[in-house]
């Protein structure tokens, strides 16, 4: 086959290649893209783009540590190890690029297409539309330590739709036939006007402690003190860290925190719920990596 042949070209080559085992081709390439539905890993190599299927059990490594195949983004470099038997991708390790990136997901309409949900204005931020609300932004890699910043601004102060940013979030589920299956979870920073700063956790029996002597009700965790919303740009700030520990601050005030988190990772998500607002500046910072600005001119999609 021609995929067969050219990795076998590959392997032969005087770069870094080299064979693992018998059936096992080693190669240091540079990833395009990747479609986790159909299983496919588009790579650069030698001059040469390809298109390459990968394992139901694709092992996947970022940074040495074990990750997920969703997080590697276009860009990275990655040595990917291909079984010719098998003609199939069996290992990714990649360098991870440091940067950042926001996925579109249409939650119950697959057709949903970006740019009917919202526009990246001239000056770079997010402006959304109106419309049902079933669509969000994620970030590409799962965190578990990190401290996130962004910048938001409602169209008008009166009440409409319940926008969010979640944290600790798993992915949406488009394509499952039932309908709570396609909903993410995470623990949700509530962003309407009266209710800054709430937080709406993952189930009725999410293991957490409010640390500020907050009350909880059921999901329902109320805030530490009420923050007005500017009729100008807001901003808010989440710091998570890998003991649990979670806070929450709107325009530079501490409204509410947790402790003894039960996730230990997950995405980051932004749902707007349908309310025309803006967005701008999201910065990420994990670990000890530097503040990594994840724009909004290049949302990707499926």
Known sequence: ?????????????????????????????????????????????????????????????????????????????????????????????????????????????????????????????????PSDGGWCLTNQQELSEFTFSIEFKFQSLEEGGHPFLSVLSTLPNPKSSDRKQKVPHGIEVQLSPSRLGELRLPSDNFICQPSLGQGREGRKVERSRNVAAKDDWNTLEVVVDNRGNMTVKINDITVNALSKVEANKGHILIFPSGRPMRFQNAVLHTGTDSKVSIPFDEVMSE
Not at 74 to 99: I, Q
């Open 1 to 129: 086959m021609k995929m067969l042949c050219l990795m076998i070209a590959l392997a032969c080559t005087s770069l870094t290649s080299t064979v693992a085992v018998a059936e096992d081709v080693k190669v240091e390439v540079e990833i395009k893209s990747i479609d986790p539905t159909a299983r496919t890993i588009t790579v650069f190599h030698n001059g040469k783009t390809t298109q390459l299927d990968f394992s139901r059990k694709v092992e996947v490594t970022i940074k040495g540590a074990p990750g997920e195949i969703e997080s590697i983004l276009p860009g990275d470099k990655a040595t990917v190890v291909y079984h010719k038997e098998l003609e199939l991708v069996t290992k990714v390790d990649a360098e991870g690029s440091g940067k950042e990136a926001w996925k579109f997901w249409g939650i119950f309409d697959q057709d949903l297409k970006p740019d009917a949900a919202f526009v990246c204005a001239n000056d770079g931020s997010l402006a959304c539309f």
